[in-house]
Nanobody, 121 residues
Framework: QVQLVESGGGLVQPGGSLRLSCSASGTIFRVNAMGWYRQAPGKQRDMVADITSSGHTNYADSVKGRFTISRDNAKNTVYLQMNSLKPEDTAVYYC???????????????WGQGTQVTVSS
């Protein structure tokens, strides 16, 4: 079984910063693309940023220039550095990873449990 454990959420004032972390553990052959998604109350879950195993990144337009995604392949961990936070960034943030399991030819998607980020004065 594979687990994704997130940390780093919390309450921050507008203009502040937070850093989210997400580590994958379990019976893993390889962790492929990893990413962060967010879901605000009453809204759909949207992609925030993702990163391939070779380090290519992709960002939602709303966070470009403010958020930075990175990863440590040796630790199967992905990070999201969030700067210049705005109230509209308030949401539950979820980590997602595409994982190849030992002996399987298919990739499986796994999600973390979510971490709350609240931007408010």
């Amino acid at each position: 079984q594979v687990q994704l454990v997130e940390s780093g959420g919390g309450l921050v004032q507008p203009g502040g910063s937070l850093r989210l972390s997400c580590s994958a553990s379990g019976t893993i052959f390889r962790v492929n693309a990893m990413g962060w998604y967010r879901q605000a109350p009453g809204k759909q879950r949207d992609m925030v940023a993702d990163i391939t195993s070779s380090g290519h990144t992709n960002y939602a337009d709303s966070v470009k220039g403010r958020f930075t995604i990175s990863r440590d392949n040796a630790k199967n961990t992905v990070y999201l550095q969030m700067n210049s936070l705005k109230p509209e960034d308030t949401a539950v943030y979820y980590c997602k990873a595409g994982v190849s399991l030992p002996g399987s030819r298919y990739e499986h998607d796994y999600w973390g449990q979510g971490t709350q980020v609240t931007v408010s004065s």
